[in-house]
């Protein structure tokens, strides 16, 4: 690792595990003090003993006040990225209105709330640099069964959008870095509760042109480049790392 992340205070949500924890340990890897947040605390019991400047913190993301208070706590960021999220299957006749309402809970509003908790420091100093998890699943390609979700991570590159032309002037960048397939727990649970794991597995990887899943190591290394200074050109992107789906 190279630091470039040194002196850099981060904020990662979803940090439990998946891509949100490969962040985390990222970050800090290239030199970040990272506050490193999930629902479920005890998935994140062992980061701090593999790199000292991790700091887990429980918390839930759609809770306005809890999040709110959690990022004053931690001074001004310099990073905030935004990596919870929940995936629902199913097509929209598959999707009851409690699941609708969770999978914009949990992928939108939790980031509304975030940047909204995180902006006013960021602008008083200038600088600041916002990564949204987004997907490349329904939001720039169709994906089957997807409705939810799709429709949830098409509202975080067009909420990414909205942050990134509005404080463009002000020393505050926001991009969407767009995964494509990824081997996360997540996914393997979804796998293994299908009639053939080994058949859905070999679907998903089909997906990408390049013929595998992608690793959550290789969406931390484009998210590292988003909060480092080699990006201090880049505002309003979708880094999109699929492997070749949406080509």
């Given at each position: 690792?190279?630091?470039?992340?040194?002196?850099?205070?981060?904020?990662?949500?979803?940090?439990?595990?998946?891509?949100?924890?490969?962040?985390?340990?990222?970050?800090?890897?290239?030199?970040?003090?990272?506050?490193?947040?999930?629902?479920?605390?005890?998935?994140?019991?062992?980061?701090?003993?593999?790199?000292?400047?991790?700091?887990?913190?429980?918390?839930?993301?759609?809770?306005?006040?809890?999040?709110?208070?959690?990022?004053?706590?931690?001074?001004?960021?310099?990073?905030?990225?935004?990596?919870?999220?929940?995936?629902?299957?199913?097509?929209?006749?598959?999707?009851?209105?409690?699941?609708?309402?969770?999978?914009?809970?949990?992928?939108?509003?939790?980031?509304?709330?975030?940047?909204?908790?995180?902006?006013?420091?960021?602008?008083?100093?200038?600088?600041?640099?916002?990564?949204?998890?987004?997907?490349?699943?329904?939001?720039?390609?169709?994906?089957?069964?997807?409705?939810?979700?799709?429709?949830?991570?098409?509202?975080?590159?067009?909420?990414?959008?909205?942050?990134?032309?509005?404080?463009?002037?002000?020393?505050?960048?926001?991009?969407?870095?767009?995964?494509?397939?990824?081997?996360?727990?997540?996914?393997?649970?979804?796998?293994?509760?299908?009639?053939?794991?080994?058949?859905?597995?070999?679907?998903?990887?089909?997906?990408?042109?390049?013929?595998?899943?992608?690793?959550?190591?290789?969406?931390?290394?484009?998210?590292?480049?988003l909060a480092s200074d080699d990006s201090a050109f880049t505002t309003g992107s979708l880094m999109v790392v699929d492997g070749g789906q949406t080509l």
């Open positions: 690792m190279t630091g470039r992340l040194e002196g850099k205070t981060t904020f990662v949500t979803g940090a439990g595990q998946g891509i949100g924890r490969a962040i985390a340990l990222a970050f800090a890897a290239e030199g970040a003090s990272v506050v490193a947040v999930s629902r479920t605390a005890s998935k994140m019991a062992d980061l701090p003993e593999r790199f000292p400047k991790i700091s887990p913190v429980g918390l839930d993301v759609t809770d306005g006040p809890a999040v709110s208070q959690a990022i004053q706590d931690c001074g001004p960021l310099d990073v905030l990225c935004n990596c919870a999220g929940w995936v629902h299957n199913g097509t929209l006749l598959d999707c009851r209105y409690a699941d609708w309402a969770r999978s914009l809970e949990q992928n939108v509003t939790s980031m509304y709330l975030t940047i909204r908790a995180a902006l006013p420091a960021m602008l008083a100093r200038r600088s600041g640099s916002i990564i949204n998890v987004a997907s490349v699943a329904s939001s720039l390609t169709g994906v089957p069964n997807r409705a939810a979700y799709g429709t949830s991570k098409a509202a975080v590159i067009g909420l990414t959008k909205a942050v990134a032309r509005d404080f463009v002037s002000q020393g505050v960048r926001c991009n969407a870095l767009c995964p494509g397939t990824t081997l996360t727990p997540s996914l393997e649970q979804r796998m293994a509760a299908t009639p053939d794991p080994e058949e859905t597995r070999r679907q998903f990887a089909a997906r990408q042109p390049i013929g595998r899943l992608g690793t959550v190591e290789e969406m931390a290394a484009a998210a590292v480049y």
